[in-house]
């Protein structure tokens, strides 16, 4: 396990340095710094009777705190879930195929690496660096909000790591896909791809009908049946933080079913990684 | 030769790779090979000959389809054997966000050594990057990067040093520096097996040679072996040379107006013969030691394996 965790700290450290991750820290915390100096809240007995940003009036109307604040975590949750995990695909794209390049491959496979330790720990860097940020884009909005509102939760945190907990399962594929063919550009596809078609997988219930019954709506289900379902799971994600009910099984049998698409392809991963030559 | 005396043990290894379409490609036939402990090796052959795969395979990094490989007296998948390897791949890919030094850090620590950051400066230094050990490697040189990747494979004073091209895109003063790196790791005990299309740097730091063409090991031994005989010399004298008399001290006329060749066990018999030459009239202007160099022996090779 030790030599899977440096596997992931030289990820994470690798990672600190780019330009992308770096410029998504200072724009999270640059908004956050931004409406924290422009943002006002006015709150007596529990109301919310007064919303100023950049000096100018927002509501008018008074009402609850935390009825007020719940669509605005739930914004918050969509946000953080759909753009976190867009930009999850386009940042971390090249990490598999940077790591499986020629000349650097072979030396790290000549270290006392085994390879799924290289592949597991670059996995564990990758899902440490998202959760990483999506805790600290949320928590900065939660508690920037909560200051504001008097409104505290942690609801959008446990969305942000609803979120991550999606980006590391399409990340599974990402990784796969770059031991088949080493580039990025590639990975980004297929990551976007499985974004797109899981968002899709989400509302094939609702999509189902659409196809006329027989082969191709057969087809679409058994498709569909096969990918994580990313919207529901964002659904949930925003449903949680802005206090509505969700169906907790439900959610549960969406992560289980999240989480073994995301292991089957690093699965399928570690087997290519371990008969290929380099 | 016992295992245990051994570095690198290779029998019967074969390496094809499945084409996509038609026929696998073999890039390794049947290579037999055993290098000992404290030796330097050189490996040498044309492009495509297969002396990248043979390295990679050393290394586990490519898996043979036949033969067996042992390295350091074990398999060389095993990480407690790797362990003891340092290796410098040919063609180079480094992180460009890392820092030299924070490079470094990285491989002591994959490779399970707790070196502090000062021992992690020496190496830079000892590499001549001391005052580049803090910037990121995207802003070094091929050639800095290149002294980098030797740094990371000296780490933890391995057993072995697979270097495939260590001097590519060095100075010629680099150059030098690197063979006075790897004469200091031969002198504390270190194998080398070094792949180089420069074969004057082979001849310099090797004391044996293989030459692989077309997947096959076909001439291998001891340099001096391989590039003539040790008590084999060319002698040059001032024309007109006596020539009748010189053959008939021993001395071999070449293609070459008055240069001939002699064969002497020891100092003392070389210098009677040459007194013997003086002696019948011939004056001396030149003296070496009638070797091929590795370019010739190559050439030699390649036509006896075609």
Known sequence: ?278 | MTSATMAIEVSGLEKSYAGLFGAPQVALRGVELSVPRATAFGLIGQNGAGKTTFLKTLLGVVRPSKGRVRVLDGDPEEPAVRRRIGYLPERLHLPAALAGVAFLASVARLKGLRLPPRALRESAHRVGLSSDADRVIGTYSKGMKQRLALAAALLGEPDLLVLDEPTDGVDPLGRADIRGILAEERARGATIFLNSHLLSETERICDRIGVLARGKLVREGPLGELVGEADAYRCRFVLPAPAAALVTLGFDASDEAGTFRLRAGTPEELNFRLDAARGAGALLVDLRRDARDLEEVLAAAMQAAS
């Open chain 1, 1 to 278: 396990m030790r030599v899977t965790l440096a596997v992931a700290r030289d990820l994470l450290r690798e990672a600190l340095q780019r330009r992308w991750i770096l410029a998504l820290g200072v724009a999270i915390s640059a908004v956050v710094l931004v409406l924290g100096m422009a943002l006002r809240m006015e709150v007596v007995d529990g109301a919310l009777a007064a919303t100023r940003l950049f000096g100018h009036v927002v509501r008018h109307d008074i009402r609850s705190a935390e009825g007020a604040m719940n669509p605005v975590f739930q914004a918050v949750a969509y946000v953080i879930f759909y753009g976190g995990i867009g930009f999850g695909i386009l940042a971390c794209s090249d990490f598999g195929a940077e790591l499986f390049s020629p000349g650097r491959i072979e030396h790290l496979l000549s270290l006392p690496i085994r390879r799924w330790q290289l592949l597991l720990g670059t996995y564990i860097g990758v899902f440490t660096l998202s959760t990483v940020g999506s805790l600290y884009g949320a928590g900065a909005f939660t508690i920037l909000l909560s200051v504001k509102s008097g409104v505290w939760t942690l609801r959008p945190i446990v969305a942000a790591l609803l979120a991550s907990a999606t980006f590391s399962a399409i990340y599974g594929a990402m990784l796969a896909s770059a031991l088949f063919v080493r580039s990025a550009a590639v990975a980004a596809a297929v990551g976007g791809a499985l974004f797109v078609l899981g968002i899709v997988a989400g509302y094939r219930d609702d999509l189902a009908p659409l196809f006329n019954a027989g082969p191709s709506r057969v087809i679409f289900l058994f498709v569909t049946s096969l990918l994580p379902r990313v919207s529901q799971i964002a659904n949930a994600a925003a449903d949680l933080a802005s206090s509505h009910a969700v169906d907790l099984p439900h959610l549960g049998r969406s992560l289980f079913g999240l989480e073994a698409f995301g292991l089957g392809c690093l699965a399928v991963g570690m087997w290519q990684f371990e008969r290929k030559d380099f």
